[in-house]
């Protein structure tokens, strides 16, 4: 939608689409655990990956052509819902 519909660049819809989905998912987090008897441990590690995989993709996004940024998150995308639909 942000690169057919309002032209942004492969760069630019990644970026904007983690800045959206950063404050989103703090806030869930906050909410779930006020809520929810949550597990520490998993959260540390589960959000310690998702932290490190932030950066490594905000770097990623300044290294990689939009030809490659869309053959790998195509590639990712499959992995993930392969993986959520048999395993």
């Known amino acids: ?14 970026a904007t689409a983690i800045l959206i989905i950063l404050p989103l998912s703090l806030l869930s987090g906050i909410i ?15 959000g310690g990956g998702v932290i490190a995989g932030g950066v490594l993709g905000a770097f990623a996004l300044s290294k990689f052509s939009s030809k ?3 053959i790998i998150f195509s590639v990712l995308m499959a992995i993930a ?6 395993f």
């Not at 939608?1 to 990644?14: G, M, T």
């Not at 819902?81 to 048999?86: A, D, I």
Request: aromatic share 18%; glycine share 2%.
């Open 1 to 14: 939608l942000l690169i057919y519909v309002l032209k942004y660049s492969v760069q630019k819809a990644h």
């Open 81 to 86: 819902s392969g993986r959520m639909l048999f």
């Open 68 to 70: 490659w940024l869309i």
């Open 32 to 46: 779930y655990a006020t809520y929810v008897n949550v597990n520490m441990t998993m959260l540390y590690s589960v």
